[in-house]
C-alpha cells in the first residue's frame, strides 16, 4: 500500500466533495473514512483509478453519515449528484482547498490549524509542537474551527498571508520532522508565487528554496544529524541556492519586507559562506533583530541568541539567552551549545544529556545524546 500516493490524493478527493456540497467537517471524516477502507482493500484489489475510487467511496461515506443525522430531507437530492464512476480528472486542487481552508470566518491562528490537520497531513501533535501550545489545547482549537465552518459554505477564500503561513509550517514539518512534506510545500508555494503580486510568497518560496538546497548534507550515511557547521558544503545544491538568492533579491528591491523575505536572507548568508568559519554572524544578527520587530517570536530571539554567541562571543550569547522563558524548545540545547563554547564542557555535557530527553524528534534526541557523550568522554 502506497501511503504516500493516499496522501497526495485526499486534497483533491476533499476538494470533491466540498464543492458537491459537503460540509468541511463531514467532508474530511468521509475522505478518512474512505482512506481506511483503501488500507483495507487496495492490497488485495487495487483499483485502475485510484482517485476515482477514493470520491466513489468517500462520497457514498458522506451520504450514509448525511442519512444518520437531521439531515436526511436532503438525502434524494444528494444521490443524484453521486459521482458517475469512471476516471476523474487529473486536476490539482490542493492550493484552492488551502485557501478554502483559511475561511475569512477563521481567525488566522485556526485557519492554519484546520488546513495543517485536514490539508497538509499533519498530526495534532505535530501542529502544537509547531504553535507551542499543549496537544490537549491545539485539538480544542481544530474542534472549534471544525463546528465553525460547519455548515458554511466555503466559496469564499481566506487571504494570501493565511495560506503561507499554512505552507512555511507545512514546509518546516517536511524539512525537520517525520514526515516528507517539503517537496510538496515548495511545489504550491511555486504555484502561489506565480498566482499572486506578494512580496511574501516570494520570500517564503526563496527561504524554501535556500534550506531545501542543504539537505542532502543534513544527514550522515547513517540517519545522524549533521550541525550546519559541519555539513560539506560541496553537497549543498548550488542551483536551488542560485534561485533561491535571485529570487529573494528580487522581493527585497520592493522593499516591503517581511518575516520570511528577513529568514531568507539569513538562510541567503549561511548558505553564501563557503566555511562555516567564514560566516558572517555580524550581518545576521542585524537580520534576526529586524526579524525580532516583525514577529517578536521567541523562537526568533532563540536563534538570535546563537548568532550572538557566534558573532560576539558565547557569554554575550548566553545573556541573551538568559532573558529568554528556559521552557521553550531547544532552549536547553542552546543553553549546552553556548556552554561548551564558553569552556565549561561539564555543565554543557549535563545540559546536552537534559536536552536530549526533551526533545521530540529520533534523530535530534540521538544528536544531543552522542554531544553529551562526547563531552564525558573529555
Request: proline fraction near 5%; glycine fraction near 6%.
Amino acid at each position: 500500500m502506497d501511503e504516500v500516493l493516499l496522501r497526495s490524493l485526499t486534497p483533491g478527493v476533499l476538494t470533491v466533495l466540498v464543492r458537491r456540497g459537503a460540509d468541511f467537517a463531514a467532508a474530511e471524516d468521509a475522505v478518512q473514512d474512505a482512506l481506511v477502507e483503501a488500507l483495507r482493500v487496495w492490497p488485495a484489489d487495487p483499483p485502475r483509478d485510484a482517485k476515482g475510487w477514493l470520491v466513489t467511496v468517500a462520497w457514498r461515506k458522506f451520504l450514509d453519515a448525511t442519512r444518520a443525522d437531521a439531515a436526511r430531507r436532503r438525502r434524494e437530492d444528494r444521490v443524484e449528484e453521486e459521482p458517475a464512476p469512471g476516471p476523474a480528472p487529473a486536476v490539482d486542487d490542493t492550493l484552492q482547498l488551502y485557501f478554502l481552508c483559511a475561511h475569512p470566518s477563521l481567525t488566522p491562528a485556526s485557519a492554519v490549524a484546520l488546513t495543517l490537520r485536514a490539508v497538509g497531513g499533519l498530526t495534532t501533535r505535530q501542529i502544537a509542537q509547531a504553535y507551542l501550545v499543549p496537544e490537549a489545547t491545539m485539538a480544542q482549537r481544530i474542534s472549534r474551527a471544525k463546528r465553525t465552518v460547519s455548515g458554511v459554505r466555503l466559496d469564499r477564500p481566506g487571504d494570501v498571508a493565511t495560506v503561507l503561513r499554512v505552507l512555511y509550517l507545512v514546509f518546516n514539518e517536511g524539512y525537520s520532522g517525520d514526515v516528507d512534506l517539503a517537496a510538496e510545500a515548495i511545489r504550491l508555494t511555486r504555484q502561489l508565487a506565480a498566482a499572486v503580486d506578494h512580496p511574501e510568497a516570494a520570500g517564503l518560496l526563496a527561504l524554501m528554496l535556500l534550506h531545501h538546497a542543504r539537505r542532502a548534507a543534513r544527514t550522515a550515511p547513517d540517519g545522524s544529524l549533521v550541525p550546519l557547521a559541519e555539513q560539506d558544503r560541496g553537497r549543498w545544491d548550488t542551483r536551488l541556492i542560485a534561485e533561491g538568492v535571485a529570487i529573494l533579491q528580487a522581493a527585497l528591491a520592493r522593499d516591503r519586507l517581511g518575516e520570511f523575505q528577513a529568514q531568507a536572507a539569513i538562510a541567503a548568508l549561511h548558505a553564501d559562506a563557503p566555511t562555516a568559519e567564514e560566516t558572517d554572524w555580524v550581518q545576521i544578527v542585524e537580520w534576526y533583530d529586524e526579524l525580532t520587530r516583525l514577529t517578536d517570536s521567541p523562537v526568533v530571539r532563540l536563534n538570535r541568541a546563537v548568532a550572538v554567541g557566534e558573532a560576539d562571543g558565547p557569554r554575550a550569547g548566553l545573556a541573551a539567552l538568559a532573558a529568554l522563558d528556559a521552557s521553550l524548545p531547544r532552549h536547553t540545547a542552546v543553553a549546552a551549545y553556548l556552554h561548551e563554547r564558553d569552556g565549561d564542557l561539564a555543565t554543557a555535557a549535563r545540559l546536552y544529556a537534559e536536552a536530549a530527553h526533551k526533545a521530540t524528534n529520533l534523530a535530534e534526541r540521538d544528536h544531543l545524546m552522542r554531544q553529551a557523550a562526547r563531552l564525558n568522554a573529555r
